[in-house]
């Protein structure tokens, strides 16, 4: 299957996604909320035999006004992109958020952006989504601005699970906490991250433990430890063991995800993996020595096979 459509900028938009059902959000991590919007999203595109675009800003508010206070990440963008086509998804829209954009009335938002950029044919939101100036527009301005127009409106409620609301915060405090069966719960889905191998300092290999380096754009809010993996490059699968984080006992500060596969030596350089990070093992740790990192190395790689050895699938 190709990949979902990205368009960056109003100004790339083809003609064939004007008219279109539009889901608008951040829609990070793709929990079990936003699917319920792209996939009403996807429901009304059906009906009126057009498309479902989903529509989110980069950077996000929290970054470009408070960068230091931002919250990680719960997935690159390349995954990001896989879960909302998964969701339903027939492109997604992504539009710089800018000062310009924040001070944008939120009537100016609707008449420029939805109707004569996009002219919409239906939106899709959350019910507590705020768009424009001081965040004064909701679902309520929408409503009274588009449906004159012809245009359908939609506000999906709050998705909870045993009594807790469905969100990216809420998915962020798991990540962050290792509970990878909590995250699991929030995403209908097991957690994956992917990238491309990279070259790294090979010091795994000096130590008998090999590892594919993954390095990631922005901070993401999985916790810094050891982790059991499971791992696929287009049909091969293996199991292994992971760390995510920035190597303190070589004093280094990039953060990688270091993959250790089992049974196997694969040329893995240049290749895209897939990382199902199934469940945290110890946290990140500092070691006096590179001997007592190996030992560590090796007790990890055990433990991932124990755990794996439950569920190999």
């Not at 962020?172 to 790294?200: C, I, N």
């Not at 795994?204 to 993954?214: Q, V, W």
């Not at 199991?239 to 250790?260: D, W, Y």
Request: include cysteine; hydrophobic fraction near 45%.
């Amino acid at each position: 299957m190709s990949a979902l459509p990205l368009v960056r900028g109003l100004h790339n938009l083809p003609e064939d996604l004007r008219g279109a059902v539009v889901a608008i959000g951040n829609f990070d991590g793709v929990h079990r909320g936003h699917q319920a919007l792209v996939e009403r999203a996807r429901t009304l595109a059906t009906g009126a035999a057009t498309r479902a675009v989903v529509m989110s800003f980069e950077p996000t508010p929290r970054e470009l006004f408070q960068p230091a206070a931002a919250p990680p990440r719960v997935l690159p963008l390349a995954d990001k992109r896989a879960a909302l086509q998964a969701a339903g998804a027939d492109a997604w829209l992504i539009l710089r958020f800018s000062r310009a954009l924040a001070a944008l009335e939120p009537e100016a938002f609707i008449r420029q952006l939805l109707l004569e950029r996009l002219a919409v044919r239906a939106v899709v939101v959350g019910e507590d989504f705020r768009f424009g100036q001081a965040r004064r527009g909701d679902v309520q301005l929408l409503t009274r601005e588009l449906r004159p127009q012809g245009r359908a409106v939609e506000a999906i409620g709050t998705i909870t699970l045993d009594g807790l609301r469905c969100s990216s915060t809420l998915l962020r405090e798991r990540l962050g906490a290792g509970d990878l069966s909590g995250v699991r719960q929030l995403l209908g889905r097991p957690y994956a991250l992917s990238g491309v191998v990279r070259h790294g300092l090979k010091l795994g290999r000096d130590l008998g433990m090999p590892t594919a380096n993954l390095a990631f754009r922005r901070p993401l809010a999985l916790a810094h430890g050891v982790y059991a993996v499971r791992v696929c490059e287009g049909r091969r699968r293996w199991q292994g063991v992971a760390s995510f984080g920035v190597r303190p006992t070589l004093g280094l500060s990039q953060c990688l995800l270091e993959v250790h596969v089992f049974d196997d030596r694969p040329d893995l350089y240049g290749r895209r993996l897939s990382v199902e990070v199934v469940e945290f093992l110890r946290p990140q740790a500092r070691f006096d020595s590179l001997a007592a990192l190996a030992a560590q190395m090796q007790a990890d790689a055990e433990a991932a096979r124990t755990r794996l050895s439950r569920d190999p699938s």
